[in-house]
């Protein structure tokens, strides 16, 4: 089975406060692909982040940072110092190598940052 | 930014009467896909394409039809609307897992209400 599970439907918190989304993923394949996506309240959805299965390392870029273990299935979203501007619905998607390219989608965290 | 444009942005329509979505590309990505987006359901596949003419069915393509004549082109068409098809509808282009592109980008949305 292949599968996407956002536990966290919302969460909310002041501004500056560091925040982790997590993303757990299920799947057989070996190869596959990993993608977080955020989507602010003007409805548009912008891509954030791609990792390979086969590439462990995790990543920063800015303020956000990624955390995938395949130990655990999980590939974990990061915002430290968090800003209004990060309030958004963010997605974690997978992609397995041989499903014609048909991305799962986990349903979706509701980040909202207070100031 | 992706090259992706939808058309119309919003629209609202009628039980029974016919209506066509387009998606426009100048990326000259061979793989399309439609999904809606529902509270509660996330992003579904309704249909997608490998190419001109070559089409495949999504999770949900059930009242959907398309067609893809052009590269750039990619049409969604509800031969007969119903109030369940109210939804939001993306476009994205990507995910050709052969080359570099296999991540997938999005168009802007149509907003579709079905009374």
């Known amino acids: 089975a292949q599968k996407v599970t956002q536990a966290q439907t919302e969460i909310s918190v002041v501004e500056k406060e560091d925040v982790t989304l997590d993303c757990v993923y299920e799947t057989r394949d070996t190869t596959y692909y990993l993608f977080w996506y955020k989507q602010p309240p003007s409805g548009e959805l912008v891509f954030l982040i791609r990792?390979?299965?086969?590439d462990e390392q995790n990543e920063i870029s800015g303020r956000y940072s990624w955390n995938f273990q395949k130990s655990t299935s999980s590939f974990n979203f990061t915002i430290t110092a968090s800003q209004v501007v990060d309030s958004a619905v963010y997605f974690c998607a997978l992609l397995n190598a041989g499903n014609n390219r048909k991305l799962i989608w986990g349903l979706g965290t509701s980040l909202a940052v207070n100031p | 930014d992706a090259g992706i444009t939808q058309s119309p942005r919003h629209k609202v329509t009628e039980t029974g009467t016919p209506v066509t979505l387009r998606c426009h590309q100048t990326?000259?990505?061979?793989?399309m896909y439609w999904y809606r987006q529902d509270p509660g359901h996330g992003l579904r596949l309704i249909h997608y394409?490998?190419?001109?003419?070559?089409?495949d069915k999504g999770e949900v393509s059930d009242g959907y039809s398309v067609s893809r004549s052009k590269t750039e082109d990619f049409l969604l068409t509800l031969e007969s609307a119903t109030s369940s098809q109210t939804s939001v509808y993306f476009c994205a282009i990507g995910g050709d897992l052969s080359a570099s592109t296999d991540t997938q980008y999005f168009g802007p949305g149509t907003r579709l209400t079905v009374l």
């Open positions: 990326e000259n990505h061979r793989y």
């Open positions: 394409s490998y190419g001109v003419k070559d089409t």
């Open positions: 990792r390979n299965s086969f």
